[in-house]
T-cell receptor, first 108, second 113 residues
Framework: QKEVEQDPGPLSVPEGAIVSLNCTYS??????FMWYRQYSRKGPELLMY????GNKEDGRFTAQVDKSSKYISLFIRDSQPSDSATYLC????????FGQGTELSVKP | EAQVTQNPRYLITVTGKKLTVTCSQN?????MSWYRQDPGLGLRQIYY???????DKGDVPEGYKVSRKEKRNFPLILESPSPNQTSLYFC????????????FGQGTRLTVV
């Protein structure tokens, strides 16, 4: 079993939709959870990180961690075409462990 | 400007011809890592280094070598490339700590024919 699982998509939504991106993980010791965004032909860049359980909000983005279910989510409100990218969840336990990434396309 | 620099950005080579992809960072980061990215498989870690002279295998180390003689540089070596190593490669660096951000290079697209 992979340590981090993420549905690769692709996911296509209309502009203004609420997007939900999810990852599951197997190691209950993980405490630090990150979301990276990768635009086409670019390296990934950190979008948000959270520690342990709970929610964290940053503008239109909300990261949520449910440690009891080993499940993390990224919600994007009022999605924009500029949000079109691949979103990768990551666990940071000294070394970074990434999910497969979900390719998101927001259509105008 | 803080950055991770990879070279070359694009490379086409033939099977068996040794090659090196360089990675350099100017942020004095202890941790450096190489990943390959393939469609449907995401970012898979090849090797990582926690500090100078300390390297460890990631998930897919076969066919690759690395070295960390200096803090800023972490080259990836393919001694005898094969077509299944055709991929997009990323180098990343960060400081130690659980909530630290990793900075990625722009990527190297390698094609082995």
């Amino acid at each position: 079993q992979k340590e981090v699982e993420q549905d690769p998509g692709p996911l296509s939504v209309p502009e203004g939709a609420i997007v939900s991106l999810n990852c599951t993980y197997s190691n209950s010791a993980f405490q630090y959870f990150m979301w990276y965004r990768q635009y086409s032909r670019k390296g990934p860049e950190l979008l948000m990180y959270t520690y342990s359980s709970g929610n964290k909000e940053d503008g239109r983005f909300t990261a949520q961690v449910d440690k009891s279910s080993k499940y993390i989510s990224l919600f994007i409100r009022d999605s924009q075409p500029s949000d079109s990218a691949t979103y990768l969840c990551a666990m940071n336990e000294g070394k970074l462990i990434f999910g497969q990434g979900t390719e998101l396309s927001v259509k105008p | 400007e803080a950055q991770v620099t990879q070279n070359p950005r694009y490379l086409i080579t033939v099977t068996g011809k040794k090659l090196t992809v360089t990675c350099s960072q100017n942020m004095n980061h202890e941790y450096m890592s190489w990943y390959r990215q393939d469609p449907g498989l995401g970012l898979r870690q090849i090797y990582y280094s926690m500090n100078v002279e300390v390297t460890d295998k990631g998930d897919v180390p076969e066919g690759y070598k690395v070295s960390r003689k200096e803090k800023r540089n972490f080259p990836l070596i393919l001694e005898s490339p094969s077509p299944n190593q055709t991929s997009l490669y990323f180098c990343a660096s960060k400081t130690h700590g659980m909530n630290t951000e990793a900075f990625f290079g722009q990527g190297t697209r390698l094609t082995v024919v």
